[in-house]
């Protein structure tokens, strides 16, 4: 009963019979029990703060699918938030950002902010009391850049104007990095305490950055993150997952202490293999477009990543977030094969 | 007199005293002249449909900078609408595609779809004529998945729903990939025989694809392309342009027989080295964010470029193309430092 949660074995390094199992965005609009909550609330930030619902739907892929881990509902904009920039949704457009506030602002706030997100912590700590102990729960925050650039366009699809601002002010750009690691890192360690026992850096626009640049808005950040964490006391292990970097992910591999990396769709197998080998656990790599079309290509590629990549310690997913309207069928097939154990259907299906 | 150009001699493999430089849009919209020019003609097409005026252009960087390249000034477009498929250009948003013709109609078009790109030849040979013999004329095409993916969106801002295609529709994707292969290996063929002394393909958006369909969508078509191409008895040597593909350039450099291989922004120095080592040549990957901000950070980053990449053939220029708001001045300062030769003051300056 007191074994180690295959998840936390894989992440200390250990090569496993068959590898655990979770999805990005595994709790969502791919869920019609997720579509029905989410129905109760007037928007999405509303759901993010409130622990029971949160709760309820970070739980509900984990009553259908043997997946091993669980991930906190919440989002990456929170901390911007918590800074005193507006955050809200337009729906079907994503996030928009109000004006950006002053850095000495935001460095005023920085000791405020984990207070404001308290309700993040309740909801890790219902979760964590109804999750079986064999199953995993994993915290997470958006890494400084990628919150940095939602903070400097105002919105999400953009990022140009931001990978220009390092180049054009690069004293303000390091200073708001700063803001946002110091918040950072407080808040995992309140995930930590609350029940978070894996926590994950989102870096999902690591796109087309020179190697040093990345050097200095990637690497630097996650690791003072890390290291910060780990100075208050907190073992847990991270992920990181620095998304679109291309080759860049081995020198991240090799420079930032997390005990895995995240890979994306586009990683190679040999990639995988070689941060196999330099001693960390590699997660990924399924492309969520497979997983929405399904059939035998599905198929054929979830046993090609198993085939690759199970020689070391590997944590199966995706390599992206699971698209709204993929089929719950789908999602359940590739579990089962993974961890031979069926989805179970619902009281209502 | 006789003596190889400097960018043949690198693409031939050989390690120079300095690299060979020119930039991607180097003949575009950062330039006053050109714009005078482009204030001539109704549209964008019409200007690469106009040999006297796509000569003028192409040429316009070569007096300015000491540039080793010249690219023709055409665009990636111009296949699908010899293909039948209309295409037009909306001002400030971009290209506009009409409906995909038959995949029937498009491989009967394929034989006489190069005999409507013949102006494109005429440019060819007008800049050949007047272009310095130690300065390199470089023709070019779009690559098949790319151009594909502007013929399935319609558009050129959107690609996720291609990118489902090649997993919803795998036989009519490659289908497509077959036609474009085929009309493009006639067009690169065409265009070496009026005057092209280095073939490249541009594969602006190979992005988030996942190793195996890469290979089947990428590599494989490019492959076939220089084959055709080489089958037709042209020697001249091609630069391939997998950009945004991340790690997976290092299996395209493996594979595609190519010459060189074109590096983007994101390129980390240790994967050009080894592309270097594995005895081709490599272009790339200056930031051209960087190049338009300019600087002290621009002037140390080509430096950096220098050194880690000039221990073998390399060929200097951008990671993406120049930026329409780009300073001419930057651009003189870089070209001087690679070259050691300044820009030219034109006559109006």
Chains 1, 2 share one sequence.
Not at 51 to 58: G, M, N, Q, S
Not at 294 to 312: I, K, M, N, T, Y
């Amino acid at each position: 009963m007191s074994e180690t949660p295959r998840l936390l074995r894989a992440l200390a390094g250990e090569t496993l019979d068959r590898p655990p199992i979770w999805f990005m965005r595994q709790a969502g609009r791919s869920l019609p029990e997720y579509r029905a909550i989410r129905a109760r609330v007037p928007d999405f930030l509303s759901l993010c703060f409130n622990p029971e619902l949160a709760a309820e739907v970070t739980l509900q892929p984990m009553r259908r699918f043997a997946m091993d881990g669980a991930i906190v509902f919440a989002d990456i904009l929170l901390i911007p938030q918590a800074l005193g920039q507006e955050v809200w949704f337009e729906a079907g457009e994503g996030p928009r950002l109000g004006e950006l506030p002053s850095i000495e602002a935001m460095r005023d706030a920085v000791e405020g902010s984990t207070a404001k997100l308290a309700s993040i912590g309740e909801t890790l700590t219902r979760v964590r009391a109804e999750l079986e102990p064999d199953r995993t729960l994993i915290g997470f925050a958006g890494a400084p850049w990628t919150v940095a650039t939602y903070m400097l366009e105002g919105r999400g699809s953009q990022r140009e104007a931001a990978r220009a601002y390092a180049y054009d002010h690069p004293d303000e750009l390091d200073a708001l990095l700063d803001v946002l690691v110091d918040s950072t890192a407080r808040y995992l360690v309140m995930q930590a305490k609350s029940g978070a026992q894996v926590l994950k850096l989102f870096e999902s626009w690591a796109e087309s950055l020179a190697e040093d640049v990345f050097e200095r808005i990637v690497i630097g950040p996650h690791t003072r993150i890390v290291e910060q964490v780990r100075a208050a006391g907190i073992d847990v292990p991270f992920i990181g997952f620095p998304r679109g970097c291309g080759a860049l992910v081995e020198p991240y591999a090799a420079k930032v202490p997390v005990q895995a990396v995240a890979l994306d769709t586009q990683a190679t197998a040999a990639v995988g293999k070689r941060i196999q080998a330099g001693g960390k656990a590699i997660q990924g790599a399924l492309d969520n477009l497979l997983l929405r079309a399904g059939g035998p290509a599905l198929d054929a590629r979830v046993e090609a990543l198993l085939e690759q990549w199970s020689g070391g310690p590997y944590i199966f997913n995706l390599g992206h977030g699971v698209l709204p309207d993929t089929p719950v069928e789908h999602i359940a097939r590739v579990v089962e094969r993974v961890t031979g154990k069926p989805a179970k259907a619902l009281a209502a299906e």
